[in-house]
């Protein structure tokens, strides 16, 4: 069998190990996989070359504007990219080592035969077909299994931890930089379906990030670009389900008008935060009187702003220790 040329945006081989990769492979969620070959280098041109596709379709296909459908487009998307086509459903693609794939799990495979095609594949070391032959035996088994969270979202979730104590001593911008890059690697997370307790441990991270997103921004004085995701942080908090960070992302962002000369506006936004929070003594719930009582007291209603200061002191008394912090 003669060897095809190079394809322009051949998928590297740490995507075919990636799981959310291979589960939009399974999916044939090509926004995903177009979606993450652009976030490796990889561009829209040179995929559209590849695939036979114009380059704008292939943008629209990214921004899940556009889809992929017809069984043709896929195998023509397998063959440009070098996507074994097991890892898409489809029969294996001409540049592939049939012998190295024929391992995928079959009922009446003979397990020694399968056996002995693998170590036949396996003994020129590393090689394309070799990677493809352990990644279909894997994948046949890992779609078997209950989906687990992704690989990423602890380090995710211990970065926006991290975020949550401030620059220490970096400055706003690089700061700024390192949130935003990080916000962006849960996209490709968000938009594979996830068991619901994953969905909503990412929709929690999301919503901390585009939060602390928004507060350096606002330090930074761009009071547009920090509410608009202020409002990104509260839908993300919202799906989460966690009702302290949308009451926390509704608190902070009451700030924002109360910084700029509009108390009113920063009264409303207040009082939602403290009827999300509820009554429990929690930091947002604390935050939220604390703020409401603040900007009462700036639009000159200083019977409400008496009520809210009250409420705040009497949630602070009880805060648990661990709620309690220097901001």
Same mark, same amino acid.
């Not at 992929?68 to 592939?96: K, N, S």
């Not at 949130?179 to 994953?198: E, I, K, S, Y």
């Given at each position: 069998?003669?060897?095809?040329?190079?394809?322009?945006?051949?998928?590297?081989?740490?995507?075919?190990?990636?799981?959310?990769?291979?589960?939009?492979?399974?999916?044939r969620?090509?926004?995903v =996989?177009?979606?993450? #070959?652009?976030?490796v280098?990889?561009?829209?041109?040179?995929?559209?070359?590849?695939?036979?596709?114009?380059? !704008?379709?292939?943008?629209?296909?990214?921004r899940?504007?556009?889809?992929v459908?017809?069984?043709a487009?896929? !195998? +023509?998307?397998?063959?440009? @990219?070098?996507?074994?086509?097991?890892?898409?459903?489809?029969?294996?693609?001409?540049?592939?080592?049939?012998?190295?794939?024929?391992?995928?799990?079959?009922?009446?495979?003979?397990?020694?035969?399968?056996?002995? @095609?693998?170590?036949?594949?396996?003994?020129?070391?590393?090689?394309?077909?070799? @990677?493809?032959?352990?990644?279909?035996?894997r994948?046949?088994? /890992?779609?078997?299994l209950?989906?687990?969270?992704?690989?990423?979202?602890?380090?995710?979730?211990?970065?926006?931890?991290?975020?949550?104590?401030?620059?220490?001593?970096?400055?706003?911008?690089?700061?700024l %930089? /390192?949130?935003? %890059? /990080?916000?962006?690697?849960?996209?490709?997370?968000?938009?594979?379906?996830?068991?619901?307790?994953?969905?909503? +441990?990412?929709?929690?991270?999301?919503?901390?990030?585009?939060?602390?997103?928004?507060?350096? @921004?606002?330090d930074?004085?761009?009071?547009?670009?920090?509410?608009a995701?202020?409002?990104?942080?509260?839908?993300?908090?919202?799906?989460?389900?966690?009702?302290?960070?949308?009451?926390?992302?509704?608190?902070?962002?009451?700030?924002?008008?109360?910084?700029? $000369?509009?108390?009113?506006?920063? %009264? $409303?936004?207040?009082?939602?935060?403290?009827?999300?929070?509820?009554?429990?003594?929690?930091?947002?719930?604390?935050?939220?009187?604390? =703020?409401?009582?603040?900007?009462?007291?700036?639009?000159h209603?200083?019977?409400?702003?008496?009520?809210?200061? !009250?409420?705040?002191?009497?949630?602070?008394? +009880? #805060?648990? !220790?661990?709620?309690?912090? /220097?901001?």
């Amino acid at each position: 069998m003669d060897d095809l040329p190079p394809s322009p945006a051949q998928v590297p081989r740490r995507l075919l190990a990636d799981p959310v990769f291979l589960r939009a492979l399974q999916d044939r969620d090509f926004s995903v =996989v177009f979606a993450m #070959l652009h976030g490796v280098g990889i561009s829209f041109n040179r995929i559209a070359e590849a695939c036979a596709l114009k380059a !704008e379709r292939v943008s629209q296909i990214a921004r899940g504007a556009a889809s992929v459908t017809a069984l043709a487009t896929v !195998e +023509r998307i397998a063959g440009g @990219l070098r996507i074994p086509g097991a890892l898409l459903g489809l029969a294996a693609q001409p540049w592939e080592d049939t012998a190295a794939l024929s391992t995928e799990s079959h009922h009446g495979d003979d397990p020694m035969k399968r056996r002995n @095609l693998l170590r036949g594949a396996l003994a020129a070391g590393l090689t394309a077909p070799a @990677l493809a032959a352990l990644t279909a035996a894997r994948t046949d088994v /890992d779609q078997s299994l209950s989906p687990d969270a992704p690989q990423d979202l602890a380090d995710l979730e211990a970065a926006a931890e991290s975020y949550g104590y401030g620059y220490h001593g970096q400055q706003p911008t690089r700061v700024l %930089a /390192d949130l935003v %890059a /990080d916000f962006t690697t849960l996209r490709p997370l968000l938009t594979v379906p996830q068991p619901a307790p994953v969905r909503a +441990r990412l929709c929690r991270t999301a919503g901390q990030m585009a939060g602390m997103t928004a507060i350096v @921004l606002h330090d930074l004085g761009s009071r547009r670009e920090s509410r608009a995701w202020f409002a990104t942080a509260a839908r993300a908090a919202a799906e989460s389900g966690d009702d302290q960070l949308h009451a926390w992302v509704l608190a902070r962002e009451a700030m924002v008008p109360l910084n700029y $000369g509009a108390p009113k506006a920063a %009264a $409303g936004l207040a009082e939602r935060a403290r009827h999300v929070a509820g009554h429990r003594p929690t930091a947002a719930a604390t935050l939220a009187a604390a =703020v409401a009582a603040r900007a009462y007291a700036l639009n000159h209603q200083s019977e409400q702003a008496r009520a809210a200061l !009250e409420a705040a002191d009497a949630l602070m008394d +009880r #805060l648990p !220790e661990g709620e309690r912090s /220097d901001t």
